[in-house]
């Protein structure tokens, strides 16, 4: 790829060329290529274990690559001797998928964490500190005090915080270059609507901005340019005008996926009930009654805040119920706990699988097989064969990008280990399966084999409920979707449904403001 450009296309503020990573007999990256414009919006797109962050972190030098070098605004970097310093010195900036916004500080000091505080090096000169945080957030538009706790802060504004701490330090308000990586991922529909908002605003001020993102209508409506990597190889840059989504999946899995998952019907009669749920009230919800058949696949939707992952924790005994019952296969759950719940044959794939459900230290066979490795054996003897051959299985199913079963859980990407995760709780067919956005992360392709087992697992009787931010998930998935609001269930829906229906319902009369 070159650096030069048509005459009327903006200049390029970044290009990275012939980047390759190894990690042991890994091939992250293959001798990759990526360009950015000034005042794009570009998307780096691929599969689970393609490369996207490998490259993120060798150009923040968190990795130092085997080969490739980086052109920033015309200097040119060896990515082999990169370090966070050089990254910082070339004018990158980078917001990683966890913030790292901390809810107690003021904003001023979340603005100033990793930088110097204004004032002497024995006395911080607060009332100047102050004064410098209030015309960056007015700068991004972030309308709070910054003496304001970043509690106060609304998620989109926390990264929108992010980002401004991150390009604060620019000395013109044009021509960084941002790079973020799932910024989105954990945020609702209109929430994202409001970063990609802020995130287009900065690329008109001149900032050359790359996203890395799974979710493809964010791609289609926010990027002028997408970059393709699949197995750890570029396959193309192609504009962003005019994508559909077939075409973004033939991009990243090179074939078009097979048929969507069916829609699993929703069975009606009360005998088949395996959760009867009666005014239930703990956590920030509010007297909730619904049933869940066997056989049926529930959604529920809501804002950020609106009670959603709450929901599945009470009845999971993972949050204390404050009134209200919970009928679990007849009988009452009223004291079970997570162990209990879990031998009683409910499932809880919870939505923060990397802190909450992976276990490190461990390889991917023994994160597979946790909590029934008992089925391995036989009078004493461990059927290893077979636990191995149930492994290669689950990795094969989900497309698990790994060297193999014995491989250590660090070593995959955060999506291959999110297909662990799920892959150990479906082994497990339960009654009862609480899934908090089990597609958060994955790519699409598993998207739809996770799908594909969700109605699986349905079509043999067991009850789902699932937690998502993407509507059109739970439009495609799910018989019927409960819309929370502030505790509440405030609508039920059936099919036929769809997203735009679910957002209106979610969002209700008020207004997202930022
Ligand atoms: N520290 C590491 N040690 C060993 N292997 C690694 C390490 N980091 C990444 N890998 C491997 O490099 C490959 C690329 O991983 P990377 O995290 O870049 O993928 P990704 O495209 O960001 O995936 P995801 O979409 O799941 O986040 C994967 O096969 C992964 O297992």
């Known amino acids: 790829m070159s650096a030069a450009t048509p005459a009327d296309d903006p200049p390029i503020a970044l290009a990275v060329a012939g980047v390759?990573?190894?990690?042991?007999?890994?091939?992250?990256?293959?001798?990759?290529?990526?360009?950015?414009?000034?005042g794009e919006v570009h998307a780096l797109i691929g599969g689970n274990g393609c490369g996207k962050s490998t490259l993120i972190k060798c150009l923040a030098g968190v990795h130092q690559a085997d080969a490739g070098t980086l052109t920033?605004?015309?200097?040119?970097?060896d990515l082999a001797d990169q370090s966070p310093d050089r990254a910082r010195d070339a004018g990158l900036r980078f917001v990683h998928q966890d913030p790292g916004i901390f809810p107690a500080l003021s904003l001023t000091e979340n603005l100033s964490l990793?930088?110097?505080?204004?004032?002497?090096?024995?006395?911080?000169?607060?009332?100047?500190?102050?004064?410098?945080?209030?015309?960056?957030?007015?700068?991004?538009g972030i309308e709070h005090d910054p003496r304001t706790p970043a509690a106060a802060l609304s998620v989109p504004q926390r990264a929108m915080l992010a980002i401004a701490r991150a390009l604060q330090d620019q000395e013109s308000e044009h021509g960084g270059v941002l790079i973020l990586d799932e910024p989105t991922a954990a945020l609702p529909a209109p929430e994202v609507q409001v970063l990609l908002g802020w995130i287009r605003r900065l690329a008109q001020e001149g900032h050359a901005i790359l996203i890395v993102t799974h979710r493809l209508d964010e791609v289609r409506e926010v990027a002028d340019r997408v970059t393709?990597?699949?197995?750890?190889?570029?396959?193309?840059?192609?504009?962003?005008?005019?994508?559909?989504?077939?075409?973004?999946?033939?991009?990243?899995?090179?074939?078009?996926?097979?048929?969507?998952?069916?829609?699993?019907?929703?069975?009606t009669s009360t005998a088949d009930h395996v959760v009867e749920v009666r005014d239930l009230s703990g956590g920030p919800l509010a007297e909730v009654s619904f049933d869940v058949a066997a056989g049926e696949v529930l959604g529920i939707a809501g804002l950020l805040g609106s009670g959603r992952t709450e929901l599945?924790?009470?009845?999971?005994?993972?949050?204390?119920?404050?009134?209200?019952?919970v009928t679990y296969l007849g009988k009452s759950a009223h004291a079970l706990n997570p162990s209990k719940a879990c031998r009683k044959g409910m499932a809880f794939v919870p939505e923060d699988r990397a802190a909450e459900a992976v276990f490190p230290a461990s390889t991917v066979l023994e994160n597979l097989v946790q909590g029934h490795e008992h089925?391995?054996?036989?009078?004493l003897w461990l059927r290893d064969r077979v636990e191995?051959?149930?492994?290669?299985?689950?990795?094969?199913?989900?497309?698990?990008?790994?060297?193999?079963?014995?491989?250590?859980?660090?070593?995959?990407?955060?999506?291959?280990?999110?297909?662990?995760?799920?892959?150990?709780?479906?082994?497990?067919?339960?009654?009862?399966?609480?899934?908090?956005?089990?597609?958060?992360?994955?790519?699409?392709?598993?998207?739809?084999?996770?799908?594909?087992?969700?109605?699986l697992a349905a079509d043999q009787?067991?009850?789902?409920?699932?937690?998502?931010?993407?509507?059109?998930?739970?439009?495609?998935?799910?018989?019927?979707?409960?819309?929370?609001?502030?505790?509440?269930?405030?609508?039920?829906m059936r099919q036929p449904m769809n997203a735009h229906e679910i957002l209106e319902a979610s969002i209700g009369p008020r207004e997202i403001t930022v």
């Open 375 to 379: 089925q391995y054996f036989r009078r």
């Open 20 to 38: 390759s990573k190894n990690f042991g007999a890994t091939q992250a990256l293959r001798s990759v290529q990526l360009e950015l414009r000034a």
């Open 228 to 267: 393709a990597f699949r197995d750890g190889r570029y396959v193309n840059t192609i504009d962003g005008a005019g994508l559909t989504e077939s075409m973004l999946v033939e991009l990243i899995l090179g074939r078009k996926l097979d048929q969507a998952a069916s829609v699993a019907s929703p069975t």
């Open 461 to 492: 009787g067991c009850a789902i409920v699932v937690v998502s931010s993407e509507f059109e998930e739970l439009a495609q998935i799910c018989g019927r979707v409960l819309v929370l609001s502030h505790g509440r269930i405030v609508t039920e």
């Open 114 to 140: 990793g930088r110097r505080f204004e004032g002497s090096s024995r006395r911080i000169n607060w009332r100047a500190a102050h004064q410098r945080a209030r015309e960056v957030l007015r700068r991004f």
């Open 312 to 325: 599945l924790q009470l009845i999971y005994g993972l949050l204390p119920r404050r009134t209200g019952t």
């Open 388 to 455: 191995r051959e149930d492994a290669l299985r689950d990795i094969q199913r989900f497309n698990i990008r790994t060297s193999g079963p014995t491989a250590y859980i660090e070593s995959l990407s955060g999506g291959n280990q999110q297909k662990v995760i799920l892959a150990r709780w479906l082994r497990q067919q339960p009654r009862l399966l609480l899934l908090d956005e089990p597609t958060q992360g994955v790519d699409v392709g598993a998207r739809d084999e996770i799908y594909k087992l969700i109605a």
């Open 72 to 77: 920033v605004n015309g200097a040119e970097y």
